[in-house]
């Protein structure tokens, strides 16, 4: 008893010993970079060099990330996706959910532990269409005990790239003159910040391959010329083996998979990247859907062609099960149903919801208001009528159900947490004339026993996704659409966990750098989401959505049409008044009309002057 | 697109039942003027001339109808090639067209007195016109003469024929989501209805229900007209819209996004004329959409205060002899052409009318109903005046009002 006692605490010290502090001190700013082969563009460097650094660390180590904002007309932020964040909620990222934006010229210290998380995740800003313009990169988190074996470990980083800026593309699509919200059409699949990419590989060895897709909008379809990937881990869950010939991935997914290659070198093979099409708003003809990167066995052997597939035959990630075979959540304590939607509000431009509610930024960050809200902290309305926030209390079981009424493919990601896939029901076609398909409580598929689980999940067309996880990581969680463009058009909801733990909490309370960064952006730390911090109740002048367009007449319709019937019947009148009003003089008037010469057409007019006027 | 635009072009019906009524105007002037020269003196050659008229005018509406239906057919099988993408813009310019055309058309056709009256003119002139000018010529002169009757309702139906055919052309291709397919119904309909009522009311019942009827049919050709000025700059908005938006936002939907909420002043997500059925109707008559720009809506009213405008000063001259505030100045006087020909007229009398018109009467037809040269006497005695008055006043259209 006293031996074991020993050997855990010696374990805990040897544990404690080895984990590092990893410092870095990171500087934004702009550079130009030719990334597919195509077009100069500005891209958003660190500390002057692009792409992003990776980020690799060991379970348990303290990362200690200084952000300097380095650009003179915009903040920004960084996130760690899938990160937990356990007792660091404020350093999640998302501006005016879990922290204040980063102004220019200012630093953030984000200063958090990895003792959660395993795997494969990635880091990026989360401000407005940042990380399009290239600031983000992959963030790996080694385990000693990983449970698979393998030789060597590489990252794969897939991602689209545009040819113009988002603060260009952004302003195209946030507009009235894109009513469809019709997303920016990217220009080409990059694949580890390059197209048409060379890895060099070993004959018979066992590559662990981290793929994260770091894109902004389009899954992809990715596959190996005759190699089969062994699926090991995904978004930072180990799952039990399972083969397949191809993935798909959709954006902020991660898939690790394990390749074994062959033991020749007499030829090389074709790494296929394929966009989604089904996700673009139209294909234009010049777009290449089909990317090919390569696997080089040997430099001197040709670069292989394109490989071309019968069928998309991709691995269905729900069927997935984790390693650890956690077992289904029971029924749920709380049940949180949306419904995805695409609409135009009033000034014509097309934004996405969560029941008609699309995500506007509260005036205080949400954590704040749940850091300084006290005991009201625990009712929803103090964090705004627009920023469509939850609380969840402590330990449930919550109960996500998505139905999308849209009629594309969503990815929605959700901080904080992985969660169970309970349901994800098939697509729901709208050009066979299938209709939105919305989650049936008493009639759905039996729940899996051991649920995949992960951080981003997609819902399939008119479809509809089921969700659970436990509400045991107090903090601010973001749960949102991963397309960039969605997010911008408000595709988020806000879950404000156990607040009374937050408050309760020693290492979540703000910190003085994260004061200083809120005071110089001019944002308050206090109060609800109106910024009153007297009365957290009143929410008079919070940010609200703009209004839904009126159905039907509004009071200037009414006035255009009365003016246009009442000018229409006046003047039919007058045309009906004029009509049956009496002519004298008809032929006289036609001849003047038809302008002849009335000499010609007569001669001489010298006699019969007596006789009478025939009209009479 | 609905079903009614494919078979039925409501447009098209209103401007051939229109043309018909003008049409019947024009046959019965031709017989009275037969009637009156030859009717009494031969009966068989009467016979034979109004034969010649008929199958002048069947022959006439006959090619017109060819004609109109290869231009029509060649419009849509083209139509894709020529305008492509700019479609909305060409819809818009069409449909100003259409307005001017049928405005300015529609005016000087709204009474049948004056109606009858020029047909008058006209066809006495071109009478008395073959005789004379084909007096060198001698084989082409002999022939036209021999087939006067024949040619001159043949090519002054074929000449309106094409008229109604432009008119028609127009007025189809300027209804929304229209095809080809929809011009053979309403045509015979229109063909039908129009010669029906027009002989109907022209020898039936009286001038002045003829008279209800065109007045009628010519105010629906307005509310026709003012809708397809009101579209057109409908049109021209939506050409800007969908050219901003790189797409065809009208066939997305009725919905939010299918039209620019910015310069709307109202909007329906229903009844949109491309798509539900039965407002395409709505969309031909009245000039419907689903959505109101504030230029579309604009232009409805700004056609019609113009219109008013113009009809009041219309009646004023009519009944003063001049426009208000000028007494010198008429209306014709304002158009360019009347300065541009520089032929300032002296006013007809009402005895040079009498000499075109009894010169018609003079007109002679040989046995064979070859038109002979006329006898010309422009110096009648007090008696055949009063003989050919009696003859005029039996012709003249006479308003029971």
Redesign the interface.
Known sequence: MFLGWLALTAALAVQSVLAETHVYNWTTGWGVQNVDGGKDRPVITCNGQWPWPDVRVKKGDRIELYLNNGFDDRNTTLHFHGMFQKNSSQMDGPPMVSQCPIGPGDTFLYNFTVDGNVGTYWYHSHTKGQYQDGMRGAFVIEDDDFPYDYDEDVVLQLGEWYHDVADVLNKDFMS???????EPIPQNLIMNNTRNMTWEVEPDTTYLLRIVNTGGFVSQYLWIEDHEMTVVEVDGVYTEKNTTDMLYITTAQRYAVLIHTKNGTSKNFAIMQKFDDTMLDLVPSDLQLNTTNYMVYNKDVALPEQNYVDELDILDDFYLVPHDKVEAYGDPDYQIVVNVTM??L???I?YAFFNNLTYTEPKVPTLLTALSAGDDAVNAEVYGSNTHAYVLEKDEIIEIVLNNQDTGTHPFHLHGHVFQAMVRDQAYDDALGEVPHPYLEDDHPAFPEYPMMRDTLYVRPQSNFVVRFKADNPGVWFFHCHIEWHLTQGLAIVLIEDPLSIQASHGQQLTDNHKNVCKNVGIPTKGNAAGNSQDYMNLAGENVQEKF?P????A???V??T??CL??I???I???????????N??????????????E?????D?????????K | MAKGSKVFNVSVFFVVFRECLEAVVIVSVLLSFLKQSVGQQDVNIYKRLRKQVWIGVAAGLFICLAIGGGFIGAYYSLQNDIFGSAEDLWEGIFCMIATVMISIMGIAMLRVNKLQAKWRVKIARALLDIPERKRDRFKIGHLTRRYAMFLLPFFTVLREGLEAVVFVAGAGITTQGSSASAYPLPVVVGLIAGTAVGVLLYYGTSKSSMQVFLVASTCILYLISAGLFSRGAWYFENYRYNKATGGDASESGDGNGSYNIRKAVYHVNCCNPELDNGWDIFNALLGWQNTGYLSSMLCYNIYWLVLMIVVGLMMFEEKKGHLPFCKHLTLRQLSPTYWLKNKKKDELTQTQKDELFKKVEKLNFNEDGELGQTAIDTHCDSNASENSKSKLEANVVTMSK
């Open positions: 009235v003159y894109n009513p469809t919200g019709a609409d135009n009033r000034s014509g097309n367009i159905t039907g007449f509004t200037k319709g009414i255009a049409m003016f246009s000018a229409a006046l003047g039919l007058t045309i009906a008044f004029y009509g049956l009003m009496d002519i004298k008809v032929e006289e008037k036609v001849v003047h009309d038809l302008d002849l010469d009335i000499t057409l007569v001669g001489q007019d006699s019969a002057s007596e006789i009478r006027d025939v009209t």
